[in-house]
């Protein structure tokens, strides 16, 4: 079987996701996301979820957390690496 | 140039959630930065960008002429084409299934042709591909059914792209579905009177 379409995969842009929001995807890059994105509903919400995130964590600021939150927080990532040494699951 | 624009509800951008001004004013993007510029479909562009509403618009120079669509830096809404709605995006979700029926005939199993070669309409498709096993012939129909025309032409794309003829095949069922559009539409990319 011969494919080939001229948009990306859900996956692949998974992967962009970052990079589209941030503006960083060359023209032909963006045109591919895009067109994905007329057709998957699921990527649309998808985007959409990751740029309430991005918009609601670029409010926050180091003195803005709590000490409590602070400390739970490096030692959650201290045992996260420390821990499997692995890839995260 | 004269060119069109599929947005969201409320004439939205479906992916920036950009407001567009629908009295005409101009939106410009900086000159030097061709990745924010004002994106918009030539008629062959239209079935890669299907949305709720479908505005007719107008760009200014400098423009960027790529495969699937056109940028330009300035541009402005000129007025909404009111053909374009549920119905319309209902009948077209339908002419793509039955496209990738005939599409998909040669290639499949003998029972299966026979139960999808007769079908009167896309609820006989739906019931003939279920009972059959084939989870893909019973999606289409029924995302035509549901009136999903962006993603009921894509899949009839993909079909002719997978059926051997790869993307030129792809690109050609994207054509038919342009042809489809402007028919029905009525589009020409001329433009208006009393345009200014």
Known sequence: MKLSVPDLSCRELV??????????????????????????????????????????????????????????????????????????? | MIAFKFLGAGAVAPYTGFRWPIRGEWVSAPVHRADVW????????????????????????PL????????????????RVEGWGPPLARKFAEACAWRARDVALPGLPPALRDAIAGAADLSAIVA?????????????????????????????????????????AFEAERAWQARWLVAQLGLDAAPHAGAT
């Open chain 2, 64 to 79: 960027r002429e790529t495969r699937y669509q056109i940028a330009s830096a300035c541009g402005r809404l000129q007025g």
């Open chain 1, 15 to 89: 992967e962009l996701v970052t990079e589209y929001l941030e503006g960083r995807l060359p023209f032909d890059e963006r045109t591919r996301f895009e067109l994905h994105l007329g057709y998957c509903d699921y990527c649309r919400t998808y985007l959409r979820q990751m740029r309430q995130v991005l918009e609601t964590a670029g409010e926050l600021t180091e003195e803005s957390v709590a000490p409590e939150a602070k400390s739970s927080l490096l030692a959650a990532f201290r045992d996260w690496k420390g821990g499997s040494g692995g890839e995260p699951t």
């Open chain 2, 38 to 61: 004002i994106h918009a479909c030539r008629l062959s562009d239209l079935p890669y960008w299907i949305d709720e509403e479908l505005w007719r618009m107008e760009l200014d120079a």
């Open chain 2, 128 to 168: 003939g591909a279920a009972a059959l096993g084939s989870v893909q012939g019973a999606y289409t129909a029924k995302n035509a059914q549901q009136g999903l025309p962006a993603l009921t032409s894509y899949i009839a794309a993909v079909l002719a792209s997978s059926t051997g003829g790869g993307l030129g």
